[in-house]
């Protein structure tokens, strides 16, 4: 008698269970409950296994049994997709969040590091030796999905974004098989995964390029948030020098210790500067961000690197949001922000703007698939909660706030996007991207297996 599907799933876990190097869980297993949740902890899915891989082998493995079993297959670093691509109902998940290997070549300027390695890990550990890589703002951002992603960071305007320091990816492919790509060997692959996710395969290392950062001018500014304040802080951003980098994240103050109680609720802008140049002169290049207003707060001080990464995180359910690139915000952007921020019920709300341009524009635009170097700004409008019955409510918000900034259409950036329409995962990768990525889809995943992403559809025919 022929099994039923239930009955193949059940064997194809039974089978990864006694052939995996590193640990497979599974409904019933301790630490199951604990193991299928990611990082937006309102996402409530039950996989049928999530299997802590040890390592390349094991991925192969899975990736071997979920083609096999047709089970679907996600891949999981640091669990920060909003949309939930860490996790699955019914699949395998191949959790990558053992591989904490990390060699340093301080000589050499590089690091072999384990895609399970969180930002702040590896910041800290490099740091130690005075070495860094660019990475996000967050410190539990896995360095696998960040890397992928793109990785705009606090090192954007000096070293461009963290695949722009990606030298070497352990790439474990659709079929499974484990390949190395770089420039010299499988170029194309290369190309598509600084930019494409997990499209093309599942990386389980990188050979990172490491510069020498110990101490830098950096932390948080917090002022008032008026329309000439954020305009102000915009082009105090764009006419400093490369080595200064900032987030300004304008929204509501929220009851934290450092921001007076007066101040509790007011629109705020909290500055992330990161300047990475001769302490001495640090303080020039911040004083035109302290000059436009007094200050709610001032936390910018010499301080080590690794220092930006040290902040609280709170526990977030859910996420609604949108980003897009621009070249400005349009004139009427800093009073929509003003207006909008108070109609959100969200928990945390923030427009988050990034000035860019420096060594990310130095980079031609078809050099990888992360194609929006020519872009000056970064808008990114995200709202989070712990309902998920307030979704339709805050998704409404980002859309309208959208509109009011004139969201040009002209594509967002993978790593913040949710669960999205292909119309708008297109727009993410500009002009001949797509094409292009579509084509090396189709070589390197043609019956779309790695499809738990903002997912790149084979070409056809
Ligand atoms: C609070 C917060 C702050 C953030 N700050 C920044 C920031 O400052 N700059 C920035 O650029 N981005 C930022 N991001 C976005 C973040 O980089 C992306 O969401 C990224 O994909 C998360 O990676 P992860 O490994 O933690 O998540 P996961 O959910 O584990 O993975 C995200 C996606 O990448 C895939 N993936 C992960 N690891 C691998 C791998 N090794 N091989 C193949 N595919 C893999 C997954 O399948 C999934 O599709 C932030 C996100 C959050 C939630």
Redesign the pocket.
């Known amino acids: 008698m022929a099994s039923t599907p239930q009955q193949s799933h059940n064997t194809a876990v039974d089978e990864l269970r006694a052939e995996l190097g590193g640990e497979l869980i599974a409904p019933g297993d301790p630490g199951y409950d604990e193991a299928r949740h990611?990082?937006f902890r309102g996402i409530d899915r039950r996989p049928a296994a999530i299997a802590r891989v040890a390592g390349a082998d094991d991925v192969a493995r899975v990736v071997r049994r979920a083609r096999e079993s047709r089970l679907e297959l996600?891949?999981?670093?640091?669990?920060?997709?909003?949309a939930g691509?860490?996790t699955s109902d019914g699949g395998l998940v191949i959790d990558?969040s053992e591989l904490k290997s990390l060699e340093i070549d301080a000589d050499g300027g590089t690091a072999w590091v384990g895609?399970g390695l969180t930002a702040g890990e590896y910041t800290i550990a490099t740091g130690e030796r005075g070495l860094a890589t660019g990475?996000?703002?967050?410190g539990?951002?896995?360095?696998?999905?960040?890397t992928?992603?793109?990785?705009?960071?606090f090192l954007l305007r000096k070293y461009g974004l963290?695949i722009d320091d990606l030298l070497t990816a352990e790439v474990v492919t659709a079929d499974g098989e484990v390949v190395t790509a770089s420039e010299e060997s499988e170029p194309d692959l290369f190309w598509a995964i600084r930019g494409g996710?997990?499209n093309f395969?599942?990386?389980?290392r990188f050979r990172l390029r490491l510069h020498e950062i110990s101490e830098i001018v950096g932390g948080m500014l917090v002022l008032p948030a008026t329309p000439e304040v954020i305009t102000g802080f915009l082009e105090a951003a764009e006419a400093a020098p490369d080595e200064l980098s900032t987030?300004a994240n304008v929204t509501l103050a929220p009851p934290m210790p450092f921001i007076p109680e007066e101040a509790h609720g007011n629109p705020i802008v909290m500055g992330l500067m990161a300047y990475v140049g001769p302490t001495d002169e640090g303080k020039g290049v911040i004083a035109p961000f302290r000059a436009l207003a007094e200050p709610i707060a001032d936390m910018v001080r010499p301080m080590r690197y690794p220092e930006l990464y040290e902040g609280p995180e709170h526990e977030v359910g859910f996420?609604a949001g949108t980003n897009f690139f621009a070249d400005s915000l349009e004139p009427a952007g800093p009073e929509a922000i003003l207006e909008w921020l108070p109609k959100s019920t969200a928990m945390m709300k923030a427009v988050q703007l990034r000035v860019l341009g420096g060594a990310l524009e130095r980079v031609p635009n078809d050099a990888t698939a992360f194609a929006h170097r020519d872009r000056r700004l970064f808008v990114n409008i995200q709202a989070m909660y712990m309902d998920g019955a307030e979704t339709a409510t805050h998704a409404a918000w980002v859309a309208g706030l959208a509109d009011a900034l004139g969201e040009d259409g002209a594509g967002g950036?993978v790593?913040?996007l949710g669960d999205e329409d292909e119309a708008t995962i297109r727009a993410a990768y500009p002009g001949p991207t797509w094409a292009r990525l579509r084509e090396l889809k189709r070589r390197y995943d043609p019956d779309n297996l790695l499809r738990?992403?903002?997912n790149i559809p084979p070409a056809e025919g």
Do not use: M, P, Q
Request: charged residues 10%.
């Open positions: 990611v990082w996600a891949v999981r670093s640091g669990g920060h997709s909003r691509h860490g990558l895609t990475l996000g703002d967050t539990s951002v896995g360095i696998g999905g960040i992928l992603a793109g990785g705009i960071g963290t996710e997990s395969g599942v990386a389980t987030i996420g950036y790593g913040f738990l992403n903002h």
